[in-house]
Each structure stands twice: as C-alpha cells, then as structure tokens.
C-alpha cells in the first residue's frame, strides 16, 4: 500500500486517534490499514450505532469514521448523539453513493465529512486533513524514512 | 436574409418557435396585467425578461431581425420604466403581434413584416433620459446568468441594507466526488457558518448530476474568505466569488450555454452540463402526437382482443362449466382487463392537457375585441385545469372564439346602456370549463343583454328564413334554434369583429363533428350562456348498440337519455310526424329504416324508441331490437368507404363483427327534415355481419 506523510496531532505531535464504526469486520479492517498508513491509531471499534456512541464516550477520538447502514442503530442517528454530547466531535462518514441523501442528513445533523465507498486512500486523506484543520500536522520528515 | 444555413439547426429552430409562442403568450399576458396595475415594476420586469430571453435565443437561431428587433425593445423598456404605463402595454402587445408575424415568416420563409411602427413607438418611449443607461447595463447582467426569484434579490436587497455585502458563489464540483447531492450539503454548511445563505442553485432535489452550486450569500466576510471556505477537498475543486451584480463568469456562460441551446426563460444563463434548473425541462419529453395515436390505437386492438377472449371465455363455460381451468381463466381475465383499464387511462392521460392552453389566450382575445366594440369588458377564468383530449382543444379553439367575440359584441352593452340598466358598465364575460359525466363541459357566459325570441323571429321573417305564419307557430327553443341557420345575424350591421363569415352555424358543425352539442340558456336583459358540451375523448366510446332491421348499429350511450319499450298500436301521427305518448309529454319519433313493406314482413309488435338528447331537443329513435352496451374502440371510417355523413365511424366487435356507429346529429337532421317515414331520401348504411360494410353510393 502506498505511503503516506503521517498526520499528527498539532497539539502533542502524537498520532491521530480514530474510532471506526461499522458493522462489516472486513470493512473496519480494510479502514483501519489504510489509518494506519496514515500514521494513524486506532482508539477504538464498534459495529454498530449503539456501541459507536459508548465507545465514543470511551475513547473520545480525534476522528470518528462512521458508516452509515448498521444494525441496532443507524450512522446518522448515532452521528447526530453524538455531536449533541460532543459539539467538537469531528464525524466522517463512509458510505456509497446510493445513500447520498443519508449523507446529506447526516451533515445537516452536525457530520464534517464524508468519503465514498469503496474507500480511496488518497480520497481519506484529504477529507482527513480537511476535517483536522489547524488540529492536525503533517510530519514531513517521517514520511520518506517509513 | 433567410438566416437558414445548417441542417442541424433545424430542429433547434422548431424548439424555438415552439417555446416563443409560450414567451409571446406571457408578453400578452404580462401586457394585459400592467394594463390593470401600471404602477407594478415587476410586470415590466417581467416583459423585459421575456424580451432578453427572445434576444438570446432567436440570435442563437440566427433570426438576427427578432433578435434586434427585442434588443430594441428591451433597452426602450429599461429606460421607458418610468414612462406612461398605458405605452408600455401598447408597445407589448404591438410587439407580441410583430413578433408572432416575424416567426411565420420565419417559419415559411416569407417576406418579413414592416417593422417601422413599431421601432417609431420604441424611439418615442427611448427619448427618455440616458442617464439610466449605465444603471440598467447592471439589472440586465443581475438578469443574466443564473436568475434569482425576486424574493431573493429582495432579500438580498435587505442584507445589504444591513451592511452586508452580497456575493454570488460559484463551487465547482471536484472530479473526485460522485455525490453532488452531498456536495452541495457540505458547501451549503462551509457558507452557512460564514454567512447567511439567500439562495442556492440547484436546490437539493435536482442536484444528482450537478457540476457547480450557486449560492447568493449576505455575508461581513471578505470575499476571499468565503471562496477558502468553500474549496473543500475532494468534494469542492474551487470556487468563484463574485459581488453581486457583476458577474461577468456568468454572462460568458451565457454565450457558451445560450449558443448552444436557446432555452426558455430564467435558464438562458446556466451552462448546458450544469443540471440546475434545466433539469427540469429534462424531464418533459415532447413526443409527437402521432406516436401517442399509434399506442393509442394498438390500446384499442388489445380491448378488442379481451372481448374476443370473453367471448370465447363463455363459450369455454358454456361447455365445461364444470372443468376446474374455468377459475384459472377468469382470474386471469379479470387481471388482464384491469390492467388494460388502466393502460387505456394512462395512454389517454398523456393526451390530456389543461384546458388553460386554450384558455389564456381568451384575455387578450377581450381586450381586443372590448377596444373595437368601445365597450368595457372584463374576463373571468375558471376551471383551467381541467384536462380535456390535446386534438378536442384545438377543434375547439376557433368556436369558442367565436362565441366570445360575439358575446361582446352582441351580447354585451354598450357603458352607457348598461349604465341606463342599471348594471356595471364593465360587462363580464366568463369561461369555464369542468367534467360531467364523460364530458367536457365548455361555458361562455355573459351578463349583456340576452337573446330576445320575439326580435329573432322578427328578424328571420325579415331576412326571409321563416315566414310570418311559422314565426308565430315557433315555440322559444325552436327559435333559438335559429341563431344557427346560416348567415344569421341579430346585431344591427356585421362587425368586423363577429361578422367573419364564421356563424354559430360552422360553430354547431364543429361540435356535431366532435360528437358534441351546444345549448343556450338566454335571460333578456340578464346575460346569456353557451354551453359546449364534447365527449372527453374520441377514440373509445360506451355505446348501446342496437338493430334496425337485422342491422348492427350503435350510437354514444351519453346520448340516450332512457329506453322506452312500445307497441307498434302506441304510435300515432300528428301531420307526417309519427309521435309517441310517452308519460305526459309528446315524442317525436324518428325512424330510420326503409319503408316498411307489411306484405313482405310481418309487423312487429314490440319496438324499442331510444329517447335522445340533443342538445334542447329529445326525440325517439325507433329501433327493433335492443343487443346491448359495450366499450367500442373508434375506428375512423374515410370517405372511400362510406360515403354518407350518417354513419360517423365504425368499429369492431369481439367476435369480428363491424358495427356502424351512427352520427346522431345529422341522422336526425335528415329525417325529420324530410319527414319521418322516409323511404328514398336517405337510409343507413349497412354492416354485413363480419364483413366489411358495404359501400353506398
């Protein structure tokens, strides 16, 4: 898989922590390689709404990635708790285009950002660094050595 | 001169002349409007818009002496705003017509019309003051490009009152994004957490395949602010921003999107891969009618393949009544048949239109009609929804003018005789249009003077119609009926208006073509009321079908008003006409068949009389024998076939017999014109069971 400059947090220079919400493991694997070449943590999984909320509050994630179909309870819905419990919570949902009007939903209930299945590493980056703004920092060094 | 140089173009020119009939409707209509209320801006907005849009797309057709000619216009009315607004109409409406003339002669590569009235009503209105000049060169480009309502502009209008300054924003779609729906979302919440957004293009329904967003925004940010915020990674590959007002982007999308394809109003400024508002015109597919006749007509094939199969559907039950499979059958019959009804509505449907299409043109026909008679005359318009078969409107346009225009200007009273009456001097004239039943029902109702009988009597013994004795032998219906004689006319002199040649006697034949009818109601001094009635469609009927003599006949069942059963002895004969005594009242019969010959037939005792309506009229039709009701598919019959008017058309029954649908009106006409019992004059063509009918010389 390509390589990519690691983003950092701004704040201590340590690696961004994700949460990973969503109910296919083989998804949430496939997510968590492509963080991972990111420079990235993963804080956290869950594969569905409810867990995504408690893990949430668990792990409190610099990022959280969010499907949008999932068993129990919905992206959006799950989206939407919790920027209502974390108004700086930066939420990003992953899904394919048959549910753009899920994502438009999701955005009006407070998600940052949104990417489109299947996944483009280069895609996610971007909406990364995007969504981290001032927040996040892009080591330029570690990248070429790694 | 003739601007015809490429092929291609061909079909964008009918586009155009089709869409320019709807913008020269609006100029009409927007005229009559300004007319009303002279002091509303917006209506002259509103023509200069439909001035702009006739500019752009008759120069994208290379009609350079509209296309100028609207030019002209458009800068006269900039600067003419504050002018008399009683010019204002007069120059609209002059141009709608110039402009209606200038498109035949487009059409037809004729000679164009003189233009040089109307450019001398423009230069006057254009001697105004130039130094609005360089204020409108403004308004036009705030026109141009992607068009906000005016409860936007207002509203922007507002927010720069507060100190805000407005910007238009153009976000384009990164390639990288598939979700422009979405998209749109995002930059619509960047906008939002700077700014307020007033107005946003495409909205969110009809974003699926947009390429940019356009935003009008009253924000305090600076104009580089708002275009960072929008450049989003992946979803937003940039933006533009511009104050509002100057958008010189969008007037260069303008040429690029109004040279390619001349689309009407408020859409001339989006470029052609943006969906934005042109999606809208995406979805309306012109089709020619001719298509639409084709599936119609193969609808009626499949109604008479189910009554084929029903027919062999009780022959299978009348000999296995008992064979399980019978179920099976008639479930699946009763599947096919609702299906069929409903595939048979919808093909119906798409023929349909809002009588409204015919019906706005009536305000202008008004004013203009009002103006020459000097009367005053408002028009009041209901029912415009109302769907009627696309070819029924156009049969009917040209009656229905005629009897609007003669309802002012006989029918409605001069100011001062309505004064003297006791009524408003603006007389009213009313159209409405509903359904009952299976039909459409067209009124024209006016409040003027009403029919008088007695001077129509008067009248027609003098033009040497009647004579003396039948006048006074007349009864009030009968003298109705003779407003229809032709060249029959109770005004004083022939109009230039209502004396065209065309009577309500062309007007009555119209109708009897459509299988419609016509009826008054007249009060003297109250007004009167003509009302059409028109089957809804002409291509299935519910008929009753009947036989004279052996003979398979059928007429529209809406025509029968009751079926009476009598006996031969029941009959009695007044004059040469035989009646019947049916209940309190007196019928007259009609009967068509040939002379009955008692040596060679044995009388029939028991008869049927159908009792018709005809318009005011009933009569009875006697008939042998009753065979029943049935939806019949229409086939037209052309005159090489049979050639008499008796028979309207024909069609085809399950079992592959050919029925004879008869033309009520003029069989009736024929029979009792020359007496009931008629031998030679006239007898109906006959439909040989299962074969073609036979031709009648």
């Known amino acids: ?146 | 001169m003739t601007p015809f140089r490429d092929d291609p173009g061909a079909e964008m020119r009918e586009l155009f002349f089709e869409t320019s009939q709807e913008l020269l409707q609006s100029l009409n209509d927007d005229a009559l409007k300004l007319e009303r209320s002279p002091q509303d801006g917006e209506v002259v907005r509103s023509i200069r818009r439909t001035m702009h849009t006739l500019k752009g797309d008759a120069a994208a057709c290379g009609f350079k002496e509209l296309s100028e000619l609207a030019h002209k216009l458009e800068d006269a009315l900039a600067e003419g705003s504050a002018a008399d607004a009683g010019a204002l109409v007069q120059l609209s409406l002059s141009a709608a017509d110039i402009f209606s003339a200038m498109l035949v002669a487009y059409r037809k590569r004729t000679t164009l019309p003189d233009t040089t009235a109307i450019k001398q009503m423009v230069s006057k209105l254009a001697s105004g003051p130039r130094a609005t000049r360089s204020k409108r060169k403004a308004t036009t480009s705030k026109n141009s490009g992607v068009m906000w309502t005016e409860g936007e502009r207002k509203s922007a209008g507002a927010a720069k009152a507060d100190g805000k300054s407005i910007f238009h924003v153009v976000a384009y779609l990164d390639q990288l994004c598939a979700m422009p729906i979405a998209a749109r979302q995002m930059v619509a919440s960047q906008l939002a957490s700077i700014a307020q957004v007033i107005a946003a293009r495409p909205d969110e329904q009809s974003a699926t395949h947009a390429k940019k967003f356009d935003f009008l925004i009253a924000t305090s940010a600076a104009e580089s602010t708002v275009n960072s915020n929008c450049v989003i990674p992946t979803v937003i590959s940039h933006a533009e921003c511009f104050p509002h007002g100057v958008e010189a982007a969008a007037s260069a999308d303008i040429a690029r999107g109004g040279a390619k394809f001349p689309v009407p109003t408020e859409k001339s400024g989006v470029a052609p891969e943006t969906a934005g508002p042109t999606s809208v015109a995406e979805n309306i597919l012109r089709v020619g009618t001719e298509r639409i006749d084709n599936v119609l007509n193969l609808v009626g094939e499949l109604i008479i393949a189910k009554s084929m199969m029903q027919q062999s559907m009780q022959e299978f039950t009348r000999r296995y009544p008992k064979d399980p499979l019978r179920a099976r059958f008639s479930d699946a019959m009763a599947f096919q048949s609702r299906v069929l009804n409903d595939l048979q509505r919808s093909v119906m449907k798409i023929r349909m239109v809002p009588v409204e299409q015919l019906f706005r043109r009536f305000p202008r026909i008004v004013h203009d009609t009002a103006k020459s008679c000097a009367k005053q005359v408002k028009i009041i318009i209901r029912g415009q929804d109302t769907d009627v078969d696309k070819s029924l409107l156009d049969a009917i346009a040209e009656p229905l003018t005629h009897i609007v225009r003669n309802a002012i200007s006989h029918g409605i009273e001069n100011p001062r005789e309505r004064e003297l009456a006791g009524k408003d001097p603006t007389g009213t004239v009313q159209l409405d249009a509903y359904h009952q039943a299976n039909q459409l029902i067209v009124e024209i109702k006016d409040d003027g003077k009403g029919i008088d009988p007695v001077k129509l009597k008067a009248k027609a013994v003098k033009e040497n119609v009647i004579s003396a004795a039948d006048a006074e032998r007349m009864s009030t219906e009968e003298a109705f009926d003779l407003i229809y004689r032709p060249g029959f006319s109770t005004a004083e002199q022939i109009t230039e208006i209502s004396g065209r040649g065309v009577g309500l006697d062309v007007v009555r034949n119209v109708l009897m073509r459509m299988k419609g009818t016509i009826e008054i109601d007249t009060t003297p001094g109250q007004g009167t009321t003509f009302r059409l009635k028109l089957p809804l469609t002409l291509a299935i009927i519910q008929a009753l079908m009947f036989r004279i003599e052996h003979r398979l006949y059928a007429i529209p069942l809406n025509a029968v008003a009751e079926i009476a059963r009598a006996q031969e002895s029941d009959l009695h004969r007044v004059d040469t006409t035989e009646v019947l005594q049916l209940r309190n009242r007196v019928l007259p019969l009609v009967r068509v068949g040939q002379r009955r010959n008692s040596e060679l037939e044995p009388r029939r005792d028991k008869i049927f009389i159908l009792v018709l309506n005809l318009g005011e009229r009933k009569l009875g039709l006697v008939v042998d024998a009753l065979e029943g009701e049935e939806e019949l598919v229409i086939k037209a019959l052309d005159d090489h076939t049979v050639s008499t008017d008796l028979v309207s058309s024909a069609s085809i029954l399950g079992d592959g017999r050919v029925v004879l649908i008869m033309n009520l009106a003029a069989v009736i006409e024929r029979f009792t014109r020359s007496g009931t019992d008629v031998s030679n004059s006239g007898s109906l063509p006959r439909a040989t069971d299962g074969a073609a009918p036979e031709v009648r010389q």
Do not use: W
Not at chain 1, 11 to 36: M, T
Not at chain 1, 50 to 79: N, V
């Open chain 1, 1 to 146: 898989m390509e390589q990519f400059s690691p983003i950092k947090r701004s704040k201590d220079g340590q690696a961004v922590r994700y949460l990973i919400v969503d109910d296919s493991v083989f998804a949430r694997k496939n997510l968590a390689r492509i963080i991972e070449s990111f420079g990235g943590e993963i804080a956290g999984e869950a594969g569905d709404g409810m867990t995504a909320i408690t893990e949430y509050e668990r792990c409190k994630p610099d990022i959280a990635l969010m499907d949008i179909t999932m068993p129990q309870m919905e992206g959006i819905e799950a989206a939407e708790k919790i920027v209502q419990q974390n108004p700086d919570a930066r939420i990003v949902m992953v899904s394919s285009v048959g549910y753009q009007e899920n994502i438009v939903a999701a955005l009006q209930r407070g998600a940052r950002h949104f990417v489109q299945k299947p996944v483009k590493p280069e895609v996610l980056y971007e909406v990364i660094k995007y969504v981290l703004g001032e927040d996040g920092v892009v080591a330029a060094t570690a990248g070429a050595g790694a």
